[in-house]
């Protein structure tokens, strides 16, 4: 019996205009009546999630957890401390910035473990996507000596042509991903996460922690950083505007976009026939 369902939260858990559909919020009420765990899972920052989830009841959120960093934290709501942490080693971040100001018309993001975030080289339409949803701090330069002695949970470079972000990957020297895990998201980021993390890792993580069977989850994502997730989850979901990569491993792609609010459908067709037939 499915007992958590985790979320990818932009293009899947929110609406395309970072709003929480209200068929979620329903969705979620119901969920918490039986008993089932609501777990936003992000590439973002645990303040950021939440930032995202101010407007809704405090009793969807009671007692829960967050996946931030594609699985490098996990937090239990109401507490920024992480219950669990992962970080990648300043010389790799420095590493991988030095190589996005040879290249030049790449942007880039650099995340601080504490939820700070840098932005470098970021174009104005990048900014104007970051706005409402996520804070980010610009800088100028060519060098990130003043992170040194920061945690530091993740970094991605930007750039809004996925095509050409393949491309990237392709072009440039592989010991600077090597050990790290990479992936793709939003169409615009490829991100680069401590060895051995992915959204998957987290909800196995969590999973564990709560005592639930990883067959008894639900994973809903969109895009390719949640692939993990939906692979490893009991039920991998995606919603009607996933990527064509996610849509492919899923077990089931919805009726429904991020729009519409995909919680109302995995209620109905997965979670309450299970309750009636109990």
Request: glycine share 10%; aromatic share 10%; charged share 20%.
């Amino acid at each position: 019996m499915y007992q958590l369902v985790a979320t990818d939260m932009d293009e899947t858990f929110l609406a395309f205009d970072h709003s929480v559909p209200q068929a979620n919020i329903d969705a979620i009420l119901r969920m918490k009546e039986l008993g089932v765990h609501f777990v936003p899972s992000s590439g973002r920052a645990y303040d950021s999630i939440m930032g995202s989830l101010r407007g809704l009841p405090a009793e969807c959120l009671e007692g829960g957890y967050v996946i931030s960093y594609n699985g490098g934290c996990i937090n239990r709501i109401g507490d920024p401390k992480p219950l669990i942490s992962h970080t990648i080693p300043f010389e790799r971040v420095k590493q991988l910035f030095d190589y996005a100001a040879y290249i030049g018309d790449v942007g880039m993001h650099i995340y601080q473990l504490d939820g700070h975030v840098w932005g470098w080289n970021l174009t104005p339409s990048e900014v104007d996507y970051l706005a409402g949803h996520i804070a980010i701090e610009q800088f100028d330069g060519v060098s990130i000596e003043f992170l040194r002695d920061v945690p530091l949970a993740k970094c991605l470079y930007v750039y809004e042509d996925l095509d050409l972000l393949h491309e990237l990957e392709l072009a440039m020297p592989p010991e600077l991903a090597e050990g790290l895990s990479t992936t793709f998201s939003s169409g615009r980021y490829y991100e680069f996460n401590p060895a051995g993390v992915d959204k998957g890792f987290g909800l196995r993580a969590l999973a564990d922690y709560l005592g639930v069977d990883i067959t008894d989850t639900i994973a809903c994502g969109d895009s390719a950083n949640d692939m993990a997730m939906i692979e490893a989850a009991g039920l991998g979901v995606v919603v009607s505007n996933a990527s064509h990569d996610a849509a492919a491993i899923a077990d089931y792609r919805a009726e429904s976009s991020c729009n519409d609010g995909i919680f109302a459908e995995v209620l109905e067709k997965f979670i309450e026939p299970q309750h009636t037939r109990g």
